[in-house]
C-alpha cells in the first residue's frame, strides 16, 4: 500500500507543472517557479525525515557518516543531516539565482510571453504540490522507526538528485531558450525530460551480484589505471566495500 502512495503521490508532484504547461497555459517562469518550490519542500520534508528517524533510531551513519568511496574525503567524519542540508539547500539557492537571471534574459530578449509569471498559478501549484509530498511525508511517519539507515540515505540522494537535475538544465538548457526563436517548443521539452528525470527515481536500482560478462569484457579492453587489475577483481572490490560501508552507517549509535 505504501509503495503505490508513494508512486500515486510522485505522479501528483510532476503532473502539477506538466499540467499547468500543456494543460493551464502557465508561462514558463510561473513553471519553473513552481519547480523551484518542489525542490525547496521535498528538501525540507526530507530533512525532517532525515531529524527523526536519528532520534528514533540513531545509527551510526547520521552521526559520523561513511560516504561511498567516490564520494568520501579523507578523514570524512560528518553529521548526515548537515551534509544533505549544506549540499541541497546550496543548490536550492543557486537555483533560485540563475532562475532569476533567466527570467530577467527572457525579459530583456522581448519573451514576455514565456517570462511572465502569474503568482495566483504560483500559489495553486505550490499548494498542490506542498500537498502531495505532504501526504508521502505523512505516509512515511507510520514506519519511520523501522527504516534502516539505508533507506534513508537513498531518499536522500534521490532528493538531491532531482535537485541537480533542475539545476543542471536550468543552467544549459534553458539559457538556451533564451537566444532561439522556438522558446516554447524548447521549454515544452525541458517539462518532458524533467518529468520523465522525476518519474526514473520509482524504477527499482540495478546492483547485480556479479558484474556481467558482457560489461567485464567491454571494461577490460579499456586501458587501466593500475595494469594488471581484471574490471571483474575490481568490481569485487567495491562490491565488497559497499558492503562494508552500509553496514558500518547501520550500527546503533551511542553517544558519547
Avoid at 519553473?32 to 528538501?43: D, G, I, K, N, S
Avoid at 538531491?160 to 522556438?182: D, E, K, Q
Wanted: charged share 15%; proline share 4%.
Amino acid at each position: 500500500m505504501t509503495h503505490i502512495v508513494h508512486l500515486l503521490t510522485l505522479l501528483g508532484v510532476v503532473g502539477v507543472p506538466a499540467l499547468g504547461w500543456f494543460g493551464g497555459q502557465w508561462s514558463g517562469g510561473t513553471t519553473l517557479v513552481v519547480y523551484w518550490f518542489e525542490t525547496v519542500a521535498a528538501c525540507l520534508l526530507i530533512s525532517a525525515r532525515i531529524v527523526l528517524q536519528r532520534r528514533w533510531a540513531p545509527r551510526r551513519g547520521h552521526f559520523c557518516y561513511r560516504a561511498p568511496s567516490a564520494n568520501r574525503r579523507s578523514g570524512q567524519s560528518a553529521s548526515f543531516l548537515t551534509g544533505f542540508v549544506v549540499t541541497g539547500f546550496a543548490f536550492c539557492g543557486a537555483h533560485a539565482v540563475f532562475l532569476a537571471a533567466f527570467i530577467f534574459l527572457l525579459h530583456h530578449n522581448g519573451k514576455d510571453e514565456l517570462a511572465q509569471v502569474d503568482w495566483r498559478s504560483v500559489g495553486f501549484g505550490c499548494l498542490a504540490v506542498m500537498a502531495f509530498l505532504t501526504i508521502e511525508f505523512l505516509v512515511d511517519l507510520r514506519s519511520l522507526r523501522r527504516w534502516s539507515f539505508w533507506h534513508i540515505e537513498q531518499l536522500a540522494n534521490r532528493g538531491l538528485s532531482r535537485v541537480v537535475v533542475v539545476h543542471l538544465t536550468l543552467i544549459f538548457g534553458l539559457f538556451a531558450i533564451a537566444v532561439t526563436g522556438a522558446s516554447n517548443a524548447l521549454f515544452g521539452i525541458f517539462v518532458v525530460l524533467k518529468t520523465l528525470a522525476a518519474l526514473s527515481s520509482a524504477l527499482p536500482q540495478w546492483e547485480p551480484a556479479t558484474v556481467p560478462k558482457w560489461l567485464s569484457r567491454i571494461m577490460n579492453r579499456v586501458p587501466n589505471v593500475r595494469p594488471g587489475e581484471r574490471f571483474e577483481d575490481f568490481w569485487a572490490k567495491d562490491r565488497t566495500d559497499e558492503v562494508v560501508r552500509r553496514e558500518s552507517n547501520e550500527l546503533p549509535w551511542v553517544s558519547g
